[in-house]
């Protein structure tokens, strides 16, 4: 069996196209993009695709409920994991391919980190949550 090819990181690639992308240590970062321009994402995916991918990843990395409320106007990170998973979806239906879907499973702050992270009630919510969109509809999770 080859090697699989991940897709590139998403980050550097909206810094790249001259995409706003707000301090990840005070903002939502990514998630930015992921809810005011969600066709750069897809885009970022088609590209990933058509330059010999066979997995792309989920963009929610920075939609979790605790890093939204530096947002309070931001959709929940429910609404934007599947926004995420949709535009994968949509990328390899216009490009025709057979690529794969990681779902991220991202830490519930910026870092996994133990000190920072929540109480355990809140991480099984959270990732159960995550499990449940994902279910049936990624071939790996990636965390």
């Known amino acids: 069996m080859k090697p699989l090819i991940l897709d590139s990181a998403l980050g550097t690639e909206l810094e790249n196209r001259g995409e706003y992308l707000p301090s990840f240590k005070t903002s939502i970062w990514s998630a930015y993009s992921l809810i005011h321009n969600p066709e750069i994402i897809k ?19 920075q939609a979790t409920p605790e890093l939204l409320k530096r947002e309070p106007t931001a959709p929940s990170y ?14 390899i239906a ?11 499973f991202p830490p519930i702050h910026v870092t996994f980190r133990p000190d920072l992270s929540s109480k355990e009630k809140k991480l099984r919510k959270l990732y159960s949550t995550l499990g449940s969109i994902y279910k049936g509809n990624v071939d790996v999770i990636i965390c």
């Open 94 to 104: 216009y490009t025709g391919t057979d690529t794969k879907i990681a779902g991220c």
């Open 43 to 61: 885009q970022i995916h088609i590209d990933n695709i058509e330059a010999g991918a066979d997995v792309i990843t989920t963009s929610n990395y």
């Open 78 to 91: 429910e609404d934007l994991t599947k926004k995420a998973l949709e535009l994968c979806q949509e990328a």
